[in-house]
């Protein structure tokens, strides 16, 4: 089974600030980790993936995010919030060991960037 | 472009009332995903379908959901005798070929089914 854990139901971070919104996951194979926002309203956005190859990924909107094999993780961040990101943001994983393609999501963090 | 669409944005039913949900993909994009999405949860997989045909609808939590794409391209998301418990928004997604898994999905705005 394959399963993505996001701790935080909200994140808090002052304009300007550096942000990271928590993501770990839990798979029998190799994953495929994606990071999708949520803005109200509005369909889930992409923003990044980790495929394979460089630990630390790029993305929309100035975001990266950094896999840790060994941690199990897929931190979301980025060096200076806006005030504009403040949205739901998504982590999801698809697990290469089965046959499924569906992505498999966590609950979602809700990130607030005040002024 | 033009990303996916999905119809109604929103629709309200009552009890035991059969409902159609259609999504229009990406242009181009053979693979199409249906989710469900309850409030403050994330979205949950109902069913995968690969050109015409429903490769993987292990997500459809019981036999009154039902999708079809006899095209290849418009989907539709059939729920038969609804329930209260129905009540979400349905978000389709679309995506170039699966082969590998690696390709991202993009989502539609969703519809947000009530069941009163």
């Known amino acids: 089974a394959q399963s993505v854990a996001q701790p935080e139901d909200q994140v808090n971070v002052a304009e300007g600030n550096p942000l990271t919104v928590k993501c770990t996951y839990s798979?029998?194979?190799?994953?495929?980790l994606f990071w999708y926002v949520q803005y109200p309203n509005r369909g889930l956005q992409f923003l990044l993936k980790y495929i394979t190859g460089d630990n630390l990924v790029k993305g929309s909107y100035g975001f990266e995010a950094e896999f840790n094999k060994s941690q199990t993780s897929f931190h979301l961040k980025k060096p200076s919030a806006l005030v504009s990101d403040s949205a739901l943001y998504f982590c999801a994983v698809r697990d290469l060991s089965n046959s499924g393609y569906a992505l498999n999501f966590g609950k979602g963090t809700s990130l607030l960037v005040t002024p | 472009g033009a990303g996916v669409s999905q119809t109604p944005s929103n629709k309200v039913t009552e009890k035991g009332k059969y409902v159609e949900l259609r999504c229009d993909p990406i242009?181009?994009?053979?693979?199409l995903y249906w989710y469900r999405q309850s409030l403050g949860q994330g979205p949950e997989f109902l069913i995968y379908?690969?050109?015409?045909?429903?490769?993987?609808d292990s997500g459809l939590p019981n036999d009154r959901f039902f999708a079809v794409r006899p095209e290849g391209s418009v989907s539709t998301l059939k729920i038969q005798r609804t329930e209260r418990g129905d009540s979400a928004v349905y978000l389709c997604a679309s995506s170039l070929t699966q082969a590998s898994g690696r390709g991202e999905q993009y989502f539609g705005p969703g519809t947000r089914l009530t069941v009163t």
């Open positions: 798979v029998s194979g190799n994953p495929y």
């Open positions: 379908f690969q050109g015409t045909g429903a490769a993987d």
């Open positions: 242009s181009g994009h053979t693979a």
